[in-house]
């Protein structure tokens, strides 16, 4: 918290001690970027938290639904997905600056990303292993998976440095926010989809939709080009390290990188 305060102190002085008769405008950016997420938060949907896989193999309903659909075999669960991991997605950013001196600027960002964990886990199921021929238990390859909202909002402080003929370089640096929904929660068995209810505590297992709140700072550089109208383009590689809170069940520091192009107008 000392950090963060900190750094919006020597924010709010640059821009209170900035010349503001110096080049001052207004600019707006429009990025597709590709999201590098951390995995470290992805194991909440192998449904380990509360029990909530177990729970849901020990329902009478939905276990008949799984041993008919394994031919009419019981069935053990071994374990939860050890290796659930995030896809690397694509992430829409817009972003307002204002340039309050000739090689500075404030800027406000917005991004969201739409990301996916998957794992796989195991069933032993009680029928005989006909790939070997031998009377050990069969194993069913299963796998879970789950998908989450991610909007990140980042304020930031930025110098430019010009280059020649239009072309600058950037580099910028601030607070970061994220505010994250897991959408849905389900596993895949013998080709059947089950959903996992998202129970946020043991006090209140219910299903509920929450949005949850991470904060941290964020680091970024990129080189860009801008003609005399003010339209230009800029490619942007950006560094994370925020809390990723995931249903109040997982919290942890993350690293996060972001690599786009964007597109931009300057008034």
Same mark, same amino acid.
């Given at each position: 918290?000392?950090?963060?305060?900190?750094?919006?102190?020597?924010?709010?002085?640059?821009?209170?001690?900035?010349?503001?008769?110096? /080049?001052?405008?207004?600019?707006?950016? @429009?990025?597709?970027? &590709?999201? +590098? !997420?951390? #995995?470290?938060? $992805?194991?909440?949907?192998?449904?380990?938290?509360?029990?909530?896989?177990?729970?849901?193999?020990?329902?009478?309903?939905?276990?008949?639904?799984?041993?008919?659909?394994?031919?009419?075999?019981?069935?053990?669960?071994?374990?939860?997905?050890?290796?659930?991991?995030? /896809?690397?997605?694509?992430?829409?950013? @817009?972003?307002?600056? &204002?340039? +309050? !001196?000739? #090689?500075?600027? $404030?800027?406000?960002?917005?991004?969201?990303?739409?990301?996916?964990?998957?794992?796989?886990?195991?069933?032993?199921?009680?029928?005989?292993?006909?790939?070997?021929?031998?009377?050990?238990?069969?194993?069913?390859?299963?796998?879970?998976?789950?998908?989450?909202?991610?909007?990140?909002?980042?304020?930031?402080?930025?110098?430019?440095?010009?280059?020649?003929?239009?072309?600058?370089?950037?580099?910028?640096?601030?607070?970061?926010?994220?505010?994250?929904?897991?959408?849905?929660?389900?596993?895949?068995?013998?080709?059947?989809?089950?959903?996992?209810?998202?129970?946020?505590?043991?006090?209140?297992?219910?299903?509920?939709?929450?949005?949850?709140?991470?904060?941290?700072?964020?680091?970024?550089?990129?080189?860009?080009?801008?003609?005399?109208?003010?339209?230009?383009?800029?490619?942007?590689?950006?560094?994370?390290?925020?809390?990723?809170?995931?249903?109040?069940?997982?919290?942890?520091?993350?690293?996060?990188?972001?690599?786009?192009?964007?597109?931009?107008?300057?008034?």
């Amino acid at each position: 918290m000392k950090f963060k305060a900190s750094l919006l102190f020597i924010i709010f002085s640059v821009l209170v001690s900035a010349q503001r008769d110096t /080049n001052l405008r207004v600019g707006l950016g @429009i990025f597709s970027n &590709y999201y +590098f !997420a951390d #995995n470290t938060t $992805a194991a909440f949907y192998n449904g380990s938290d509360n029990n909530r896989l177990q729970t849901l193999l020990s329902n009478p309903v939905t276990r008949n639904q799984i041993e008919d659909a394994l031919g009419g075999y019981t069935f053990e669960f071994v374990d939860y997905a050890g290796n659930m991991v995030y /896809n690397n997605a694509f992430a829409f950013e @817009i972003e307002l600056e &204002y340039r +309050f !001196a000739k #090689n500075w600027r $404030a800027s406000l960002q917005f991004m969201n990303a739409q990301l996916q964990a998957t794992g796989n886990f195991t069933l032993l199921v009680n029928r005989r292993n006909t790939n070997n021929q031998t009377n050990d238990p069969f194993l069913e390859n299963a796998s879970a998976n789950g998908t989450e909202t991610r909007s990140h909002i980042k304020i930031g402080v930025g110098r430019i440095f010009s280059i020649k003929k239009g072309f600058y370089a950037l580099a910028e640096a601030g607070i970061s926010m994220n505010f994250i929904e897991v959408n849905n929660n389900q596993v895949i068995i013998a080709d059947r989809r089950f959903g996992l209810p998202l129970f946020n505590n043991q006090l209140n297992q219910q299903v509920q939709e929450i949005t949850t709140f991470g904060s941290g700072f964020f680091a970024a550089g990129g080189l860009g080009y801008e003609l005399s109208s003010g339209y230009g383009f800029i490619f942007e590689a950006s560094f994370i390290r925020t809390q990723v809170n995931i249903n109040d069940a997982i919290a942890a520091q993350s690293n996060l990188f972001t690599l786009g192009i964007g597109l931009t107008k300057a008034w």
